[in-house]
């Protein structure tokens, strides 16, 4: 069985299906570099051309399509309102900076942690800076099909694979204490496991009856709000925003920007082993009668399960480890 033992694997389906590449959009977030600063350097590396866009700087490059430098989104509205550069010169000291890539095809992600390097050559510093920096990646993968079963089928090797995730990418202790990222309920892990072949309506309304966050791992609103809108207006608060898109929102909780050598392979990696997971029915299948005999076990603790998931993996031999 193929597994991701590569530094960017492919995803295990590369198409949408109409034909056409899955693209992938990528955010990241740091400080330390303000976004003039950063869309300059990001040029420099891309052979791309940075210039300001209103409050925004955007940098269009022949890979990555363009690139937005601005501040967290989070505040930019009230900035924006506020509005002048004596606010904005203020606000760079506290706010951070996001990075948002237009979609592109995911065999130019190298070039993007080459340009990532150049960022932090330049000053970009991320979520080890300091303890108190909640700064996220968050992958927009796109989704090849849009049917409840096959989005039903990630969601599920997601939930079921979240403690085996956050163990791989070393989750800083702050940030498990911190409100960055919170794991999906145990309840939501379990009916997803216990439930097949939903309809995408379906499939959203029994997501939204145990979670209505977008501050999870894999924030799947934006995929409900395009696919079942209807669930996602009777479930969810009208003043939640959400872009609706046919993709993936994976959010990861650490920016490691300034750390030597440090990209996106790791968490494109992870991705990719979601994705070969739901794919694979005796893989799924192993890892749902895994999960109801720990959960219906004594002595419930997540490393427990961390084991037990791998070694169901490794059983398959699949690992998340490149080559």
Same mark, same amino acid.
């Given at each position: ?21 899955? =693209? ?5 977030? /740091? ?8 869309? +300059? ?10 210039? +300001? ?18 501040? %967290?989104?989070?505040?930019? %509205?009230?900035?924006? @309102? ?15 900076? #996001?990075?948002?890539?237009?979609? /592109? *095809? ?5 070039? $993007? ?44 090797? $997601? ?26 309920? +145990? ?13 995408? #309506? ?6 939204? #009856? ?22 996602? =207006?009777? $479930? ?21 920007? %300034? ?6 392979? @790791? ?28 959960? *219906? ?12 998931? +791998?070694?169901?993996? =490794?059983?398959? *031999? ?6």
């Amino acid at each position: 069985m193929s597994s991701p033992k590569c530094a960017y694997p492919p995803l295990p389906i590369a198409d949408t299906t109409d034909g056409s590449p899955r =693209k992938l959009g990528v955010e990241v977030v /740091f400080n330390g570099l303000p976004e003039s600063a950063a869309s +300059r350097a990001w040029a420099r590396e891309t052979s791309g051309s940075a210039q +300001r866009d209103g409050s925004a700087w955007v940098c269009d490059t022949p890979k990555f399509g363009a690139c937005r430098f601005y501040l %967290d989104t989070k505040y930019r %509205d009230d900035l924006d @309102q506020m509005g002048n550069d004596a606010v904005y010169g203020a606000a760079r000291m506290v706010v951070p900076v #996001e990075l948002v890539s237009d979609p /592109f *095809d995911p065999r130019h992600l190298p070039a $993007f942690d080459a340009a990532l390097g150049a960022l932090r050559k330049a000053g970009a510093e991320g979520t080890e800076a300091s303890v108190v920096h909640g700064f996220g990646v968050h992958l927009n993968v796109e989704i090849p099909r849009i049917t409840g079963d096959h989005v039903a089928r990630v969601a599920c090797a $997601f939930a079921l694979l979240e403690p085996l995730l956050r163990d791989e990418i070393g989750l800083d202790l702050s940030r498990r204490i911190l409100p960055f990222v919170d794991p999906y309920p +145990r309840a939501l892990v379990s009916a997803l496991a216990d439930r097949d072949g939903l309809e995408i #309506e379906a499939l959203a309304e029994l997501v939204l #009856e145990h979670t209505t966050s977008r501050n999870h791992g894999l924030d799947l609103l934006p995929i409900f709000a395009e696919c079942a809108p209807r669930a996602v =207006k009777q $479930f969810v608060d009208p003043d939640t925003k959400i872009t609706a898109r046919p993709a993936y929102h994976y959010r990861l909780p650490e920016s490691r920007i %300034d750390r030597e050598g440090w990209g996106i392979a @790791q968490d494109w990696r992870l991705w990719c082993m979601i994705e070969i997971v739901a794919g694979h029915d005796d893989v799924l299948s192993a890892l749902k009668t895994g999960w109801r005999a720990w959960a *219906d076990g004594p002595h419930l603790t997540r490393e427990s399960w961390v084991t037990s998931a +791998r070694d169901i993996l =490794k059983a398959h *031999d699949i690992s998340s480890e490149g080559s």
